[in-house]
């Protein structure tokens, strides 16, 4: 059935091993590992943690996870890097596009099945511009994906919370209308998913219906929980910056109807990972709270479990 995991960069001042201990420790079957390169500046809340460098894969160290996991009971869902691959700088997009090549060899090395990551998007440019671009861009990353034998998740994440991703955001996959779009110009069945229910719920959209209408394309799911405060939005409007009228929030402290979201996975026979995303403020202000933000977590989805 489901196998529950959660996402590593919420631990991201602890090592490789640690992660995979604490995982074991707590009664989860897997972990999104987080593969930002090594060097990474990206100063962005939960990106450039590196709890697998796939830049230093040599056998000893492939060897060596393998360990880990097998002794922890433990799997790797997915190698998870998300920059932003259609930036307009083209020094940074060439960069970013050729480090998800090296995640997707890196997964393939250690025989874990998908990598999740994002789309891109240029926010100053449209939707119509930005496809045009990743029709250019996108089919060669693919093909690595379908040489290497592994799937590509993208998260409907917008991107869209900071100033500096007005006003269209950083990744593209924000819809279904530009999921028919993505799948279109790539059919491979090789590009799907990272379905995370919280970025429809701050957009206005059913969260439920997509897990029935691209069943097929869910490669991977985030259990990760949007809060909208409609006096905050009553105030601001829908235009306004996200986070004006919104919050991330754990697994059952926000709007995501989890009954209706876990009765659609296991309507359409889902039966892979359900990976819990901590982005929620609250739990921030120690390492104490981090692990209870899991935990918590953990304990309200177990009811969906058998």
Known sequence: MLQLGFNSAILADFGFEHVVQFASNHGFSCVEMMCWPSDNADSRRYAGVTHINVLDLTPARVSQIRHTLKEANVFISALGYYPNPLDPDPNRSEYFIEHIKEVI???????????TTFIGRDPSKSIKDNLARFADVWPAIVKVAEENNIKIAIENCPMFFTDDEWPGGKNLAISPAVWDRMFEIIPSPTLGLNYDPSHMIWQMMDETYPIYNYKSRLHHVHLKDAKVYKNKLDRVGIMANPLE????????????????????????????????????????GSIKDVQSAILTSRNYVRQFFG
């Not at 060899?105 to 990598?115: C, E």
């Not at 009954?259 to 739990?283: C, S």
Request: charged share 25%.
């Open 105 to 115: 060899r890196g997964a393939a090395k250690l025989d874990i099945p998908v990598v």
């Open 245 to 284: 009228y919104h919050s991330p929030k754990l697994p059952g402290l926000g709007d995501v109807n989890w009954r209706a979201f876990f009765a659609a996975l296991t309507d359409v026979r889902y039966r892979g990972p359900v990976v819990i995303e901590v982005e929620d403020k609250a739990y921030e």
